[in-house]
């Protein structure tokens, strides 16, 4: 099992950047594809990005395409969102998220996929 704490979520003008955390305690972590998922207030959650185990493939919505890059870093147990350009629109809960991958693949687009989630962090992008 591995569990989840997000951080560096905050109040952020259009256009400008945040750089989100995740640290994952256990020590399996790199035998996890890891993600990020949003929640916008009255929407359902949102696929953002996503990192397979060994980091060497991604994926990413494509409304966040060309704007946010997903890394980790497995000797730190971490993951990492980097926003730019952020708008309007990207305020919302971002949750970081996870599940077992036996191999390295690609990795999951589907929230349902993740097991193991993060309690959140808001981000808020004023206009």
């Known amino acids: 099992q591995v569990q989840l704490v997000e951080s560096g979520g905050g109040l952020v003008q259009a256009g400008g950047s945040l750089r989100l955390s995740c640290a994952a305690s256990?020590?399996?972590?790199?035998?996890?594809?890891m993600g990020w998922v949003r929640q916008a207030p009255g929407k359902e959650r949102e696929f953002v990005a996503a990192?397979?185990?060994?980091?060497?493939?991604?994926d990413y919505a494509r409304s966040v395409k060309d704007r946010f890059s997903i890394s980790r870093d497995n000797a730190k147990n971490s993951v990492y969102l980097q926003m730019s350009s952020l708008k309007p629109e990207d305020t919302a809960v971002y949750y970081c998220a996870g599940y077992w991958a036996p191999t390295t693949g690609v990795p999951a687009t589907a929230a349902r996929r993740y097991n193991y989630w993060g309690q959140g962090t808001q981000v808020t992008v004023s206009s």
């Open positions: 256990g020590r399996t972590f790199s035998t996890y594809d």
């Open positions: 990192i397979s185990r060994s980091g060497g493939n991604t």
